[in-house]
């Protein structure tokens, strides 16, 4: 086993998109010197994990003729701690429907191989690849941040979105609890707050949702992306199965949380086929309220996701990048506000147009619910002689 080392060429090669694309044409040299042999990336999203965009050099490991790549152990998930001081993260995106959020965790060990918060990760020195997935940040002191935020005299109430970026009931919340202690908070403060996720992990704390919903206070949204148990293992290895997923929304409906669906992303020719079928088993599970995201390829997430194509669907990549570009006016990604969730041309208002008219026969979006902002009140924060310095 030896470490190559040599310049990252990945920023360049990244913001260019080649005029004739091969179903096998190799990607940026960081991405095809950082594959992981398969057994020890077993049960993990992408294939690589190469240096991030704003690393001065790229490194990989190569078999130097003493097979002792062999030796090395399987990749876990290993978890820092990162003391926050701020855990209300603000936007002003004209394209989503909320201007707050809470991240409890940075990285996804869901494994979600098109996941655009990837490229966030590049911003600790780490890889938006596999590094993503095993090398997690925990925030511990969330909700003792949130209680502070939210008890400022100058706090102006507004429903708070959680799971946007990363999935607040990933794996490891099972044990550190970060996102129950934060709606606790929320709960004692009357404080509205909509969730999304893939896993069932949040029927734990139906107990608290019930009380939310009881006082109009919550939705929870668990994103479907497809019915294929095999394409989902694929695609989001850690997440919870179709079918699963299906079964949480059906018990959440039941006890009176209100719910909603993402299908996000739609993948042209890959899962686009199965629009009508997932509208009609969330509409059966009791969801009334739905959305869709076209697929969305921001920088290292581009190459991560055409990679994993290429090894997954080798005789559907050349289609299902070509509509892709058709949809984004020639190339894979488009960051335009106006575009980048719902993309353009005949495809693309083919996409929306038998959306729109599933969800109009099924009798989806007929009344979106509002949450209440008017029963807030600052929780109490504890007090002694500090306060005043």
């Not at 050099?57 to 002792?68: A, C, L, M």
């Not at 090398?135 to 909700?143: C, D, I």
Request: proline share 6%; net charge positive.
């Amino acid at each position: 086993m030896a470490l190559s080392v040599k310049p990252n060429k990945y920023a360049a090669e990244n913001m260019k998109t080649a005029a004739v694309e091969d179903a096998f044409a190799p990607g940026p040299d960081s991405i095809i010197g950082s594959q992981i042999d398969p057994d020890r990336r077993r049960g993990r999203g992408v294939l690589s994990n190469s240096s991030g965009r704003f690393e001065s050099e790229s490194r990989y490991i190569f078999d130097d003729g003493w097979n002792s790549i062999d030796d090395l152990p399987n990749l876990k998930t290993e978890v820092q701690t990162e003391h926050a001081k701020k855990i209300i993260t603000r936007n002003n995106s004209p394209d989503i429907s909320f201007d707050r959020s809470i991240n409890p965790y940075r990285g996804c060990e869901h494994g979600c191989v098109y996941c655009y918060a990837r490229p966030t990760h590049t911003y600790m020195g780490m890889s938006a690849g596999l590094d993503f997935e095993t090398r997690l940040f925990a925030k511990p002191n969330a909700a003792e941040l949130l209680r502070q935020e939210i008890s400022n005299s100058s706090y102006v109430v507004k429903p708070i979105a959680i799971g946007t970026n990363t999935d607040a009931y990933q794996p490891i919340e099972k044990r550190m609890r970060i996102m129950r202690q934060i709606l606790e908070v929320l709960s004692e403060a009357g404080h509205p707050v909509g969730i999304v996720t893939k896993s069932t992990l949040v029927l734990r704390d139906l107990d608290i949702l019930k009380s939310l919903a009881e006082r109009n206070l919550v939705k929870v949204f668990i994103s479907v992306t497809t019915l294929d148990r095999k394409l989902a293992r694929s695609m989001e290895p850690r997440a919870a199965t179709p079918a699963k997923r299906l079964e949480a929304l059906r018990i959440l409906s039941d006890a009176g949380v209100p719910t909603g669906s993402l299908i996000a992303p739609i993948i042209p020719a890959l899962n686009d086929a199965e629009i009508e079928d997932i509208l009609e088993a969330l509409y059966e599970n009791g969801v009334r309220e739905a959305g869709y995201v076209l697929l969305r390829l921001p920088l290292e997430v581009r190459d991560l996701f055409r990679e994993w194509l290429r090894n997954n669907y080798p005789n559907k990549y050349l289609h299902v990048m070509s509509v892709l570009k058709s949809m984004r006016g020639g190339k894979d990604y488009d960051a335009d506000w106006s575009q980048r969730m719902r993309g353009k041309g005949p495809y693309a208002d083919l996409i929306h147009n038998r959306f729109r008219l599933a969800m109009g026969r099924l009798g989806f979006n007929k009344r979106r619910l509002r949450l209440d902002t008017e029963i807030f009140r600052a929780p109490m924060t504890p007090t002694g002689q500090l306060d005043f310095f």
